[in-house]
């Protein structure tokens, strides 16, 4: 991606220049994740916890078909409320930019915009992954892909809950992507703390991470790190609540026959209703919480220089 065709906002750029902490944030989140008002209080809760650790966040969308690194809290706002906001990911990008039109930006395409001006520490709620049946539909999220393709360290609460979660660890296997879970021994279900797969590497410290990144670069070795991170003990889910539903939901979607884009906010608007609301609290501990990660991340990896 060309990094001239990209707005970075001031203090990003600032930022950057200087070699202090920054943490990409996504927008879909906002535009299509969550209800108003609690998308927009996230969003901007987000980024003061980013910044109250140390780090300058920057929110990435696509505004009148302009790719932006740094939000503001206006556009914030017109993300959280617009139901004209698109969603985007990394092959949408040269069509919603073609068409001047706003867009929210999936984990994909954040990293590729990430990576493109130099952030290297990404925050999301939950990743996209290997669907429940992606061996008849061929449903694998580009988020995979991108997770590899860029020199992006992403920071999230594992996949998407209903996503496969054995079939996604052993597909960024295959794409030599690695993976830690963060003070786990088990892969995180979003909602719930645990999945029942075992991490492949379990980071005790975000120093570790940096050291871990840092190393793959000096190798030659392109390609993002993958941190995934428990949501809080206090505001997680059972696992059997989790998984119950997710059943109800994919049931749902099966007798609504949704497909493509609309899959993941018809999921997620399932999930919150099957679980009375409890799985929106989690989602927004879960990436509260991340983005405290996240800025410790990011803070080391400058550390580190």
Not at 258 to 284: C, D, M, W, Y
Request: glycine letters at 10%.
């Amino acid at each position: 991606m060309n990094r001239e065709r990209i707005v970075v906002a001031p203090g990003v750029q600032e930022a950057l220049g200087d070699g202090a902490p920054v943490v990409a944030l996504e927008s879909t989140i906002i535009a299509h994740g969550m209800p108003y008002p609690e998308n927009v209080e996230t969003a901007l809760a987000v980024e003061r916890i980013v910044r109250s650790h140390g780090a300058v966040p920057a929110t990435l969308g696509v505004v009148a078909g302009e790719v932006v690194a740094g939000l503001t809290a206006e556009q914030i706002e017109l993300f959280g409320t617009d139901r004209e906001v698109e969603k985007a990911g990394e092959r949408e990008l040269p069509l919603v930019v073609a068409r001047k039109a706003h867009a929210a930006v999936t984990a994909g395409a954040s990293i590729a915009i990430a990576g493109a001006v130099g952030i290297r520490v990404f925050v999301t709620g939950g990743i996209g992954g290997v669907g429940p049946l992606a061996s008849k539909d061929f449903d694998i999220s580009a988020d995979l892909q991108a997770i590899a393709a860029y020199s992006v360290i992403t920071v999230c609460a594992g996949t998407k809950a209903f996503m496969d979660v054995p079939a996604t660890l052993e597909y960024l296997e295959t794409m030599r992507t690695p993976v830690a879970t963060w003070r786990a021994a088990e892969f995180p279900l979003f909602y719930s703390r645990r999945s029942g797969v075992k991490s492949p590497w379990v980071a005790r410290e975000a120093g570790e991470i940096a050291r871990a990144f840092d190393a793959k670069m000096s190798l030659g070795m392109n390609g993002g790190i993958l941190v995934a991170v428990p949501v809080p003990e206090e505001e997680a889910l059972p696992e059997e609540e989790t998984r119950g539903a997710i059943d109800k939901a994919m049931a749902r979607i099966r007798e609504a026959a949704v497909t493509g884009k609309a899959v993941t906010p018809f999921l997620l608007n399932a999930i919150r209703e099957e679980t009375g609301g409890r799985s929106l609290q989690a989602n927004v501990a879960l990436i509260r919480n991340n983005a405290r990660v996240g800025a410790e991340i990011a803070a080391a990896l400058s550390r580190s220089g």
